[in-house]
């Protein structure tokens, strides 16, 4: 405690922003409140010393919030804080749905209300509720007025996907997301012809949904080895930090595309020692969010060589680990920011993007949803091949539940922030998709912002054909309104 006062003591007359324990280290600071990225990795003390100009601090938090409600995309019940932070002993304050305006706790969680976008016709976007900053009487330096040009708040709170699993009342349920309405509903209905009508023929007619579709998925792999990216892992998510197993994924990817018969036994060799190591108790283990993600993607990139490739010995080894690949992409979906607070509603009932605070966590959060979600599609997809259900250990249905991604070539091919908010702003709107629910879109939206992720979907929602003709200009809207 006397070092502690000591510190917040001498440094109190400075301009600091960065916290202490990162100020001895000489490391940069993210400056998230209550405690930074660093110290919470670390599970170290945090402190920042006091700025000038700082009229007021945030208050303290307890360990756990509770928020009344639930929303976005796990249920009602207790959030813990960021890892490493034990909050405030004395008194701890308590927050309900109903004390949200009284110091910007939306801020906190990281969601922003940001201003309606100009435009004309049904889809334009109507106002929507301002939120305070909660730190806004702080001074700011010169890189502050830099981060905020950007779009970047260097002070703002840990996003939820950098708090631990949430605490569920009954721990034997699990509650991974906002039951789907019925809307989404409606939308597996349009997809029974590709489902229910499945052929093995059509595996092998290039004017079918089944050809396109499947050979994408098989192209995953590809993806990953020639352009370090898939259409649901953004090329820039582990360009600072790639996880060891990651980094075998990609080895790995790279041996099978370049494959040939005499070098095969050799790159199975090799895939079967970094398998080994993925499902070892290590990574099975994993706790950060980060990890979590990494483990859910190589497996699933694992999986697509296994269950597609053609081997018998193969298949039958992917589908032992379905069930683990299951686990983890429900252990992915508890911690996923499922924008279910972060969509406004606009003109018609559109759901569309608000801005983000920060585009290294828009990456994580939204390479987060479309690894979930594309993962069960796949999953989907090999039970109709197969013609039998699938093994599933934790009776989990991921079909009732709502899952959330952002429809914009726009800003997932963004190579930098300043892009990204330059896209953010001219190529608006930007749509929420709610599964496969692409009415909205295909009235208001433009086909240039369809990407490679967003073209499976489509294909799947509404056939390879019709979103040929969508993506060439034709009108494909009235009679899938139908």
């Not at 034990?86 to 949200?100: H, W």
């Not at 889809?123 to 900053?133: E, K, L």
């Not at 949904?209 to 020639?226: E, H, L, M």
């Not at 709502?402 to 892009?419: I, K």
């Amino acid at each position: 405690m006397e070092e502690s006062a000591s510190e917040t003591s001498s440094l109190s007359n400075s301009r600091q922003k960065s916290c202490n324990a990162c100020v001895r280290s000489k490391r940069r600071c993210d400056k998230r409140a209550p405690i930074c990225s660093r110290c919470a990795e670390r599970k170290e003390r945090c402190v920042y010393a006091k700025t000038r100009g700082s009229s007021r601090q945030l208050p303290d938090f307890d360990a756990t919030v509770t928020v009344d409600g639930g929303g976005g995309g796990v249920g009602g019940g207790s959030r813990p804080g960021p890892e490493g932070y034990t909050g405030n002993s004395a008194a701890p304050p308590s927050f309900s749905a109903a004390s949200f305006n009284d110091f910007a706790f939306f801020d906190l969680l990281g969601h922003t209300m940001s201003s309606p976008p100009s435009g004309t016709g049904s889809c334009q976007t109507t106002d929507s509720q301002t939120v305070a900053d909660a730190t806004k009487d702080v001074d700011m330096g010169a890189d502050d007025h830099f981060f905020n040009f950007t779009g970047i708040d260097p002070s703002s709170a840990s996003d939820m996907w950098l708090v631990q699993l949430e605490t569920e009342p009954d721990a034997t349920i699990d509650r991974p997301g906002t039951p789907a309405d019925e809307q989404i509903i409606e939308s597996y209905k349009r997809m029974d012809v590709l489902c229910d009508g499945f052929e093995s023929w059509q595996l092998y007619d290039p004017n079918t949904t089944v050809y396109y579709v499947v050979n994408r998925i098989k192209a995953f792999p590809s993806d990953f080895a020639t352009a370090n990216t898939t259409p649901f892992m953004h090329r820039h998510l582990y360009k600072d930090h790639a996880p060891p197993y990651i980094l075998a994924c990609f080895s790995t990817s790279v041996m099978y595309e370049n494959c040939t018969p005499a070098t095969k036994s050799m790159m199975l060799r090799g895939m079967q020692k970094n398998l080994a190591e993925l499902l070892s108790e290590p990574v099975k283990a994993a706790t950060t969010p980060r990890e979590k993600l990494a483990r859910a993607q190589a497996l699933f990139i694992y999986q697509v060589i296994r269950l597609f490739d053609g081997d018998v010995t193969l298949r039958a080894e992917g589908e032992r680990d379905i069930p683990l690949l299951q686990k983890w992409l429900l252990d992915l979906c508890r911690v996923r920011e499922n924008l279910g607070e972060l969509a406004l509603v606009v003109g018609d009932g559109v759901r569309q993007a608000q801005r983000p605070k920060d585009w290294e966590r828009w990456i994580f959060a939204e390479s987060v949803r479309r690894t979930i979600i594309m993962s069960y599609c796949v999953l989907s997809m090999y039970e109709v091949l197969r013609k039998s259900p699938l093994p599933n250990d934790n009776g989990h249905d991921p079909w009732k539940y709502v899952h959330r991604w952002t429809l914009s070539r726009h800003l997932w091919e963004a190579d930098s922030s300043f892009a990204f908010f330059r896209m953010w702003e001219e190529k608006k709107p930007h749509f929420v998709i709610n599964n496969y629910t692409f009415d909205d879109f295909l009235r208001c939206g433009r086909r240039e912002a369809v990407d490679d992720f967003a073209r499976i979907m489509l294909s799947t929602y509404m056939g390879a054909d019709e979103t040929r003709a969508f993506m060439e200009g034709s009108n494909v809207t009235a009679s899938l309104m139908v």
